[in-house]
């Protein structure tokens, strides 16, 4: 791509379903899948993000590397995972450059799994679900961001934010 060439805002569809089961207790929600977790079709794809450290750190745990290993220790922490937006207009992967968005219907897993509490990942995600104005019955939570754009919170600080998750579980 030259330098002058634009990037494309475009018309995205989620294309990653929830991850849960009839035993998860927390749900956390991320705002959108980027570019590299829709080509993967899972979360939080990039290497860069460190969304999989920071949940493997707080639980105690090996960070996992196949998208088996993360569902399967997802599962068996009891934590659902899932997004705030089912389709939106986007940049790349810039959660800046979200418009338009439309929120995902959260209903199928409060309806299957007996949700605690609901735990944000980063500003957009949270500012996109009180747009929502749906009361889930449970408390929700913003976190920081796993996002390496975040570099102001180093991998200790998120750990540290993050354990707020521990008794919900």
């Known amino acids: 791509m030259e330098r002058n060439e634009r990037v494309k805002t475009v018309l995205e569809t989620h294309p990653i379903p929830p991850l849960y089961d009839e035993h998860s207790h927390i749900l956390i929600l991320g705002s959108f899948p980027s570019v590299k977790s829709r080509a993967g079709m899972f979360f939080y794809h990039h290497p860069q993000n460190r969304f999989w450290k920071v949940i493997a750190g707080v ?34 992967s810039q959660d800046s450059s979200i418009s338009h968005a439309e929120p995902n219907d959260l209903g199928e897993i409060f309806a299957a799994a ?16 009180c747009r929502t104005k749906k009361d889930w019955g449970v408390p ?15 991998l200790p600080k998120l750990l540290g934010a993050w354990a707020v998750i521990l008794p919900y579980l």
Not at 60 to 85: C, N, Y
Not at 140 to 154: E, G, H, I, R
């Open 59 to 92: 639980l105690g745990r090996e960070t996992p590397q196949t998208i088996e290993e993360k569902a399967a220790m997802l599962h068996e922490s009891h934590i659902a995972l899932w997004d705030v937006i089912a389709r939106c207009e986007i940049t790349g």
């Open 114 to 129: 007996p949700i605690r509490a609901i735990f944000l990942n980063g500003g957009t995600a949270w500012t996109y679900f």
């Open 140 to 154: 929700a939570f913003k976190l920081p961001s796993t996002s390496p754009a975040n570099a102001a919170w180093t």
